[in-house]
């Protein structure tokens, strides 16, 4: 028996066993904590198993406000972003990726640039044009912003290299347009990356406080984050049973999305050759 290569295997598995309570264990607290009482919440030490399972605090998170118009607000926005952002970077990175043209170089290292651009920097101008088309306060407002992504592109663009250029010339010669060509042959053999990029998309945009908080003053035109904080602003304290039963409700989504999709996530970036 090779000691060396046990020894080695061994520390591997403590090490990512290690890893894995690291990141697991604000979601352990938080879902532990949402099924509370609010004593406690607050007693020390801490206890990681309540005494008794309380599920009606879901129920009171849920009923604090008006949560379901917040829960559709996040699917419109996360999902019309998603769509628009499709329609866009799938024509834009096979452009970048397909053809030579002048400037090329230059509109993809422009498009890679804003990358580099926090959307807190350039709101402003963002907001004041939102506002005169009279959009503020609306889902437009939230989803009109970012219909394009620069990391999709890119991307997308590296997936769509990948593609034997053979391939392509056959479908042109059966007289196939560019359209049929990307959406019968491109999209098709870029799934994996699609669905990887679709993840990071919905996850970014149903994550999103800011640009909610600032585009939309009413209940009416709000998302779950924003409904989530809602849950802080209460007389005599916070009901940290309460705010985390909010959080898993805000969780449960993306934990549902991711849980379908890691294997298409695992092909994308194993596969493809995208680092």
Not at 73 to 82: D, E, R, T, Y
Not at 122 to 134: A, D, H, N, R
Not at 221 to 241: C, D, F, M, N, Y
Not at 256 to 274: D, K, L
Request: overall charge positive; some cysteine; proline content about 5%.
């Amino acid at each position: 028996m090779n000691y060396k290569v046990v020894a080695l295997k061994l520390i591997r598995a403590i090490s990512l066993i290690g890893i894995v309570i690291i990141f697991a264990m604000p979601f352990v607290w938080m879902m532990s904590t949402s099924l509370k009482s609010l004593g406690e919440t607050i007693i020390f030490p801490p206890k990681w198993i309540p005494a008794e399972f309380h599920w009606s605090n879901f129920e009171k998170a849920w009923n604090s406000g008006p949560f379901l118009r917040f829960f559709v607000n996040s699917i419109l926005v996360s999902v019309g972003i998603l769509i628009l952002q499709f329609c866009t970077i799938i024509p834009a990175a096979y452009a970048f990726a397909r053809y030579r043209f002048k400037g090329d170089t230059f509109f993809f290292g422009l498009t890679m640039i804003t990358l580099m651009i926090p959307a807190q920097l350039i709101f402003l101008p963002v907001y004041l044009q939102m506002s005169s088309w009279g959009l503020l306060d609306t889902l437009w407002a939230l989803i009109l912003p970012f219909a394009s992504s620069a990391f999709g592109i890119f991307l997308l663009r590296q997936s769509f290299k990948q593609v034997p250029e053979e391939l392509i010339e056959a479908a042109r010669l059966d007289e196939a347009s560019e359209w049929k060509i990307i959406i019968k042959i491109m999209v098709p053999m870029a799934k994996p990356v699609l669905i990887t990029f679709g993840l990071f998309s919905f996850i970014t945009h149903w994550n999103d406080y800011f640009w909610p908080l600032v585009m939309t003053t009413t209940d009416a035109s709000r998302t779950l984050p924003i409904g989530v904080t809602k849950l802080l602003q209460v007389e005599g304290g916070v009901a940290w049973h309460i705010l985390m039963a909010g959080n898993m409700i805000l969780v449960l989504p993306i934990l549902i999305v991711f849980f379908f999709a890691q294997r298409q996530i695992i092909r994308a970036f194993v596969y493809t050759g995208v680092k």
